[in-house]
């Protein structure tokens, strides 16, 4: 009987075949959802109304990579939410079986790839970098060096014309009280080779514009992430007269979406040169203050969006003056949740909600361009809801059956390739173990052939003891 390891359990997952080695769990327990490219075994299976993805992995890097996720949880970190580890597992010969990670399906999340096979544009992808170089300073922040940072490690969310980017790979981490520059600059070392292989194979596939060269992004990705970096920990020193710019250093941060809950503040013994550097900065400015707010939880983009709306609505209802929580609870009412209520039930599963209200905003104000005069909402939500919504994929699950590109060889494990690729599996004598030719004079020479390396090097040294021997 396997053991199982979780905080909060979800008792269906007990039923589920785990004496059976993932890659040949039967199809009715999976979901095919698209993902990135892993060294493991990954499948997505549906139990009752939730999705989970499940990992097999050995046992301590599973209960490794368990535990530093719920670490990430805790500290409010863009990742995935772990829900348990499966150990103890073995077939029905008795064989054992690796441990299994099981994490829950993030909603409305996409890998890279199935935004790069849907095509993409140049602005899209440096909104990418920029989503990824954000989840990397706040993980470097909380003192987590990810070991392993690459495009196929992270999940993306849509944030308003932007991206959020989450951890879904925790497996090589390793959380510190802070990091040093010189851990920084370990992870930028392993980014720089993932991410030019990672651009370079899509680059290859035909899926990159051809104005975008993987090294470029590489570059863009290093330096954007050094210039967040020196604005959110950087040191700034400015004379006494200039007080303001303590406020205007703070703003800057709000801006990037950080609070600042600690700032060093030093003088000189004349206290005439002022000195300031971050100490403690939390990411989430705006989210926080609308969760505040509205009760609604959404990216830091979409939080930034609404609060302009809300922003709008108190001044076109000249109520500059009253409480802001009395406002923005009439906005939720009046203005928002009218807006994802109008949109029919089927399609609820376009976009997230916070998502949706954006694009109709967008779309309203598109509308209003064109007529000359403000588009009322109501007529603003009709239009985006026959001319856009309905032409766009379920994010809340999107299928990799191949609907929107090549047909995959097997939809629940994407890293298969496609159906229609002729490409052979090549030999790797070092995997293939028992099916490994036999090696003889018939050995051909197009690939490594293991032992008989081995063999001559024993002849070998045979010979030179002989040799010797003589000698």
């Known amino acids: 009987m396997p053991r199982f390891i979780a905080a909060r359990p979800d008792s269906r997952l007990i039923t589920l075949p785990w004496d059976v080695p993932l890659e040949d769990w039967p199809t009715d327990s999976l979901v095919a ?4 490219i892993s060294r493991h075994v990954v499948r997505f299976v549906r139990v009752g109304t939730e999705i989970y993805a499940v990992k097999e992995v050995l046992e301590h890097l599973a209960i490794h990579e368990y535990r530093l996720l719920h670490d990430l949880t805790r500290l409010d970190t863009p990742s995935v939410e772990p829900v348990g580890v499966v150990t103890g597992r073995v077939d029905a010969h008795g064989e054992p079986l690796d441990s299994v990670l099981i994490t829950k399906h993030l909603q409305f999340s996409l890998p890279y790839r199935s935004l790069f096979t849907r095509g993409v544009r140049q602005d899209t992808v440096n909104r990418l970098v920029d989503a990824m170089v954000v989840l ?11 070991g392993d940072v690459s495009l196929s490690n992270t999940l993306f969310r849509r944030d308003a014309g932007s991206f959020a980017a989450y951890l879904v790979d925790a497996e090589t981490g390793e959380l510190h009280q802070d990091l040093s520059d010189g851990q920084r600059e370990h992870d930028l070392t392993i980014a720089r080779t993932n991410l030019f292989g990672e651009f370079s194979d899509l680059e290859a596939g035909g899926l990159l514009d051809e104005a975008l060269k993987p090294l470029v992004l590489v570059e ?3 330096n954007r992430y050094r210039d967040l970096w020196s604005e959110l920990t950087g040191v700034e020193e400015f004379d006494g007269s200039e007080m303001h710019r303590i406020e205007s250093r703070v703003r800057r941060l709000n801006a990037l979406g950080f609070d600042v809950a600690e700032l060093d503040i030093t003088t000189d013994f004349a206290g005439s040169t002022i000195r300031i550097q971050p100490k403690v900065v939390d990411a989430g400015h705006h989210s926080r203050r609308l969760l505040r707010l509205t009760g609604l939880d959404t990216e830091e983009n979409q939080a930034r969006r609404l609060l302009n709306d809300l922003d709008y609505f108190r001044a076109r209802t000249d109520q500059q003056n009253a409480d802001e929580s009395i406002v923005a609870h009439q906005w939720l009412t009046e203005e928002f ?4 209520e109008a949109v029919p039930h089927e399609l609820r ?6 998502e949706l209200y954006h694009e109709v905003l967008e779309h309203r104000w598109f509308l209003s361009e064109q007529a000359g005069h403000e588009v009322p909402m109501i ?24 609907d929107d590109g090549p047909a995959l060889a097997n939809p629940y494990d994407p890293s298969q390739g496609f159906a229609d690729d002729d490409e052979t599996k090549p030999y790797d004598p070092w995997e293939d173990g028992d099916e490994a030719p036999e090696a003889g004079p018939e050995a051909t020479s197009d690939f490594l052939d293991i ?7 024993a002849a070998s040294k045979a010979s030179r003891i002989d040799d010797e021997a003589v000698g």
């Open 33 to 36: 959802l698209p993902r990135g």
């Open 136 to 146: 990397l300073a706040r993980l470097h922040l909380i003192g987590f060096l990810w």
């Open 220 to 222: 863009a990705i290093e």
């Open 337 to 340: 949740e009218p807006v994802v």
């Open 349 to 354: 599963g376009k976009l997230e909600p916070a």
């Open 379 to 402: 007529d603003a939500i009709e239009s985006y809801v026959s001319t856009v919504l309905r032409g766009l994929p379920d994010e809340a699950i999107v299928s990799a059956t191949g």
């Open 451 to 457: 032992a008989a390396l081995r063999r001559k090097a």
